[in-house]
């Protein structure tokens, strides 16, 4: 039995809309698996919810008119992994999701809600950073579109505006053409856990497959929002397909992240996992794209 | 003859298909809802509680706080009674208590109409307290100063137990001798069974019925009579099927309270259902043990003298107390004898959750400590330490002084025989010795024995009933309970062979209800298979020789000729079948000459022990940069005797190989320094390893029958939880050359350790 004041149920984008305008103090819920789990523990008692599960049209991979990815924000993890698009063009991201939870939670979960939620440990943000994914927002004044990195304001809190919700989540051709990617989420299990640290790195290859064209990073985990690591991605871009560049990228890591002592785990650890995952994804990340360290 | 076959279990249907009927499933629907508010101190006092707020919440009926709760002090251990005072369990819990002795104990409760409500005026509630400092840790526990959780037990010292065999100090003193020392840390884990404990009570004729996921229904009567100045036969407990205890719910918990509100609401029904959280913290959890231990050696291998100390975390409150840590400390001189053993064992009060019993009660804590030592003594004297353990562990004949248990047979070296053949250990065990790079391998094995029963530290009886149906079927009752281990079904298989009926032909009554149901002091101790089946021989007998006798009456052949093989009546001199049992019950209940209901009850109270063995062989595959240990192969040998169903007893062995997996990898509560506040009350932060986490667990067996078992049986309900952790720990040994002395062995202790190592 859960404490909440009412339930309001969406079933068409503006109709969410409309709802979030009426009811400004609701929150909205789509699979339930963080929000349900927040109200039973007391967080969010006596609230009112907007459900938007129902709106259909928000669920499913395609490819837009400009060739972006376009992930329907219920797109739950189950299907974005199962997803010829997603497995074709940026398949690490189906696999960062697939070790969301368990296989019920997966069923259940949503990739919008994943981002919405805010936190840093979330398995899909770190691979949405890394490929610069653009969200997608409609609310009373129409569609707005800004830059995952931008989206993340503080740890809990996203950049979702009154009379708001996520629609979509987009990946741009120039973000996904000829790149590859590998994540790593570092756990105390192999299933039903959050990231100690998670760690997604992609690169895209010189012809040759001897020079990294570009690399991008980023982490769950290392700070309090998803980030990325800058320098460790000035360090090897363009450089030469190498151990040295894979140890001098790892490296440069620590210059960017900022992960904190906890009793969940302590900032050495944290650093010194970083640092290995990087290496390891980078690695990996080269050898899905054709090359060899 | 169905005793040894791989019978399905007689509830399997139902729990598959999900008609088993569970605490909650039987609740009706109209039960009000008890919550309880718990402290958010660690140590102190309730100063004031104020209900005003929380007593305008629609839907409450009733707030009680520790102000108004009866003063009746009482023990919860699922311990038998005992008539002697000095040997009775210590009285030290109230149904809600003033003073607070660890975050999270019990202060007041909420009675409402439903749950939602109840939540409500729970944080509605204001408490003011006084602090007082907060004591974790046992060391700082026993030390002059430190915070004083029970005014009668100074230094927070419960009890102080100690062995003497020999004299240590003078053989230590021998020239020449090799000191191996270490110390050896085990964590405090909860049982985390998959239904949390609940319980409902409600008033009828006068006396309080509560029914409760509980291992341990006849004590838990006792204990709510205890608690509420009742008596005892005003208290009437039911079990149905329980979603799991591993000795979490053999311990009275919040039934003692449940029960007192329905006193309070007139008698209506009142629901207590624990959340997960309150599970963790409320409940009880593994006592942490610390164990130091010297082993003096002579340079050929021999124990000179031996010492062990064991200091170990009770928690705030007596619960099963000095038990735990004294059977474990009671290991360490039979496993490898040496003549010269001083030894001492301390359980110590400290503001951390209570700890109580749980799967292996000690001895998982022992054997880790146990068998990183053996496995460090080993390494000191370069000598191979499969090949030391075989010639230094309890030999055959070995008899123990105190509970007369007998080493009969060579199960040691057989177990580890298996062990060792299906992990290609010893070949193994050389070849990672010396690796480089970053993954490494390796191998490790520990061994360990356990008693079955309690006795003669405790009483041992167990009861049954058998009562004949015209169809010639019988019904089973006993005081052992069935808490998902599947012990109905080993019964059904005795109570078939001792009858010698069909097993489909007996029906066990699964439910206990202390009304009906013979007295048994229920699941615990690993006891069940071994004691049940004396009270299930016995009155199998019984009801045998009244079978017997009344087929004389029908066939007039001599008792003595006569037998019952698969529900038939047979004449033994020429086997001829003379009538069924069925015909035989029908004609008997409804004769106008002769009728009688054929039943049969008895009780037997067992005076005996046995020794159980277990040893386990793991391989892992450590990931040296990643600080990450995986668990390539596993496999648990165990000599439980005569197996009464193969399958049950390998699902046994496989569930108690993942607890052991748990206890070495990942599974810890954590505390806040400050406060004492578990910070991992749930089950994604409190790392309880998954499916995913698990290896293949092979699960071999040696049956060498016990012979004081009229089965051949002993325990094996808790020895495969205890071997696995210290085997990981030597296979980590085994791989990297760094000795891991503290459990759970998760990736934060191997980074600090490996740094201090110089191997990252």
């Known amino acids: ?293 | 003859m169905d005793v040894g076959k791989s019978v399905i279990r007689v509830d399997a249907f139902d729990k598959a298909t999900g008609r088993a009927k569970y605490c909650d499933d039987l609740c009706d629907k109209s039960a009000l809802i008890a919550r309880v508010l718990h402290a958010t101190i660690g140590n102190g006092m309730v100063k004031s509680v104020d209900t005003t707020e929380a007593e305008k919440v629609e839907g409450v009926v009733k707030i009680v706080t520790c102000f108004d709760v009866p003063h009746y002090k009482f023990p919860t251990a699922g311990h038998p009674w005992s008539t002697d005072v000095h040997h009775q369990d210590v009285a030290d819990r109230l149904l809600l208590t003033k003073r607070v002795r660890f975050y999270g104990d019990d202060i007041a409760a909420v009675v409402a109409e439903n749950e939602v409500a109840a939540a409500q005026a729970l944080r509605k509630i204001k408490v003011e307290y006084e602090q007082y400092p907060v004591v974790l840790d046992v060391q700082e526990a026993m030390q002059d100063g430190a915070s004083q959780l029970h005014a009668e037990f100074k230094n927070n010292i419960l009890a102080h137990t100690d062995i003497r065999m020999g004299d240590y100090e003078a053989a230590s003193k021998e020239p020449g001798l090799i000191k191996v020392e270490g110390w050896y840390d085990t964590p405090t884990v909860q049982h985390c069974h998959i239904e949390n404990h609940i319980c409902y009570a409600s008033m009828e004729a006068g006396r309080v019925v509560v029914y409760s996921s509980t291992q341990i229904p006849h004590i838990v009567r006792r204990v709510i009579g205890q608690a509420l100045g009742i008596s005892w036969g005003k208290v009437r407990v039911v079990k149905p099927y329980i979603g799991g205890g591993f000795g979490n719910k053999q311990d009275a918990l919040y039934e003692p309270l449940c029960a007192y509100l329905t006193t309070i609401v007139g008698g209506r029904l009142v629901k207590l259902d624990c959340s997960r959280e309150e599970t963790f913290v409320c409940n009880r959890v593994r006592h942490a043990i610390r164990t130091h231990i010297i082993s003096w050696l002579r340079p050929d291998g021999s124990f000179a003298a031996r010492k062990i100390e064991c200091f170990s975390n009770q928690g705030a409150y007596a619960s099963h107390g000095h038990g735990i840590c004294a059977k474990g400390m009671g290991a360490f001189p039979q496993i490898y004898p040496c003549p010269n053993i001083e030894g001492d064992a301390y359980t110590v009060f400290t503001n951390r959750p209570v700890a109580g019993a749980m799967r292996g009660y000690g001895v998982p804590q022992a054997t880790f400590a146990h068998e990183a030592h053996i496995e460090d003594v080993c390494k000191v004297l370069g000598v191979d330490s499969l090949e030391f353990r075989r010639k230094h562990m309890m030999p055959v004949g070995y008899v123990d002084g105190f509970s007369k248990n007998e080493n009969y047979a060579d199960s040691l070296n057989q177990i580890l025989d298996k062990g060792e053949k299906y992990l290609d250990y010893s070949r193994k065990h050389k070849e990672y010795a010396a690796q480089t790079g970053n993954i490494r391998r390796g191998v490790g094995v520990a061994l360990h024995w356990y008693n079955t029963a309690v006795w003669p530290i405790s009483l041992e009886s167990s009861s049954c009933r058998m009562v004949l149906n015209q169809d010639g079927s019988i019904q089973v009752q006993t005081g052992e309970t069935e808490i998902g281990q599947g012990c109905d079904t080993a019964f059904a298989q005795m109570a078939a062979d001792a009858v010698g009926l069909r097993v489909e032909n007996v029906h066990m009554v699964s439910a206990q209800d202390t009304d009906v149901t013979p007295f048994g002091t229920g699941s615990y101790a690993s006891r069940q298979t071994y004691v049940g089946g004396f009270a299930i021989a016995q009155t199998g007998a019984i009801l045998k020789e009244k079978i017997l006798s009344y087929a004389c009456e029908i066939t007039r052949q001599m008792p003595a000729l006569l037998d019952i093989v698969e529900g038939n009546i047979i004449r033994k001199t020429d086997g001829r079948v003379l009538l069924t049992v069925g015909d035989l019950a029908t004609q008997a209940l409804y004769s106008l000459e002769h009728s009688q209901h054929i039943t049969a009850e008895s009780t037997y109270q067992i005076k005996n022990n046995a020794y159980s063995f277990g040893c386990c062989f793991a391989e892992v595959e450590v990931d040296m940069a990643l600080c990450k240990v995986k668990l390539v192969d596993m496999i648990n040998v165990h000599d439980c005797g005569r197996l009464i169903n193969p399958q049950l007893a390998e699902a046994q062995v496989h569930g108690g190989m993942s607890m052991g997996i748990g206890y070495g990898m990942s599974e810890e509560l954590k505390f806040d320094p400050k406060t004492g506040r578990v910070l991992n009350d749930n089950l994604l932060d409190y790392k309880l390893s998954t499916f995913m986490d698990h290896p293949h667990l092979e699960a071999q067996f040696v049956e060498n029958a016990e012979p004081t078992s009229p089965y051949g049986t002993k325990a094996l309900g808790e020895p495969p939880a205890c071997p696995g952790a210290p085997a990981i720990r030597n296979a980590i040994l085994n791989a990297t050359g760094v000795a891991i002395d503290v459990a759970p062995m998760t990736p934060h202790i191997l980074f600090d350790k490996f740094k201090e190592a110089g191997l990252i």
Request: hydrophobic share 40%; charged share 20%.
């Open chain 1, 1 to 293: 039995m859960y404490d909440l004041s009412a339930l309001y149920e969406a079933s068409s984008v503006a109709e969410a809309v409309a709802l979030r305008v009426a009811h400004p103090e609701a929150q909205i819920i789509a699979g339930g698996s963080d929000v349900l789990v927040q109200m039973r523990e007391g967080k969010r008692a006596g609230k009112a919810l907007i459900s938007i599960y129902g709106i259909d049209a928000m669920r499913g991979v395609s490819i837009d008119e400009d060739e972006n990815i376009r992930i329907g924000s219920l797109t739950s993890f189950s299907h974005i992994t199962k997803d010829p698009i997603i497995q074709k063009y940026i398949n690490v991201l189906g696999e960062a999701v697939d070790m969301v939870g368990g296989p019920q939670i997966r069923n259940i979960g949503t990739i919008g809600g994943n981002t919405c939620n805010g936190v840093t440990s979330a398995d899909s943000a770190s691979t949405l950073h890394a490929w610069e994914a653009i969200v997608e927002l409609t609310g009373p004044n129409g569609v707005r579109r800004l830059p995952i990195k931008d989206f993340y304001i503080k740890a809990g809190t996203v950049d979702l505006q009154d009379g708001e919700i996520q629609t979509a989540i987009l990946i741009p051709k120039s973000s996904y053409e000829n790149c590859f990617g590998h994540y790593i989420k570092y756990a105390m299990r192999n299933a039903m856990d959050i990231a100690t640290t998670g760690c997604s790195v992609n690169v895209v290859l010189s012809a040759d497959k001897k020079t990294i064209e570009r690399v991008r990073i980023a982490y769950g985990v290392a700070g309090p929002v998803p980030m990325r690591a800058p320098s460790a991605e000035a360090v090897a871009t363009g450089k030469s397909v190498s151990m040295e560049t894979v140890n001098a990228f790892g490296d440069a890591v620590l210059e960017d992240i900022n992960p904190r002592d906890s009793w969940r785990a302590a900032k050495a650890f944290r650093q010194h996992i970083a640092v290995e995952l990087a290496k390891r994804c980078l690695i990996r990340s080269i050898e899905l794209a054709g090359g060899a360290v």
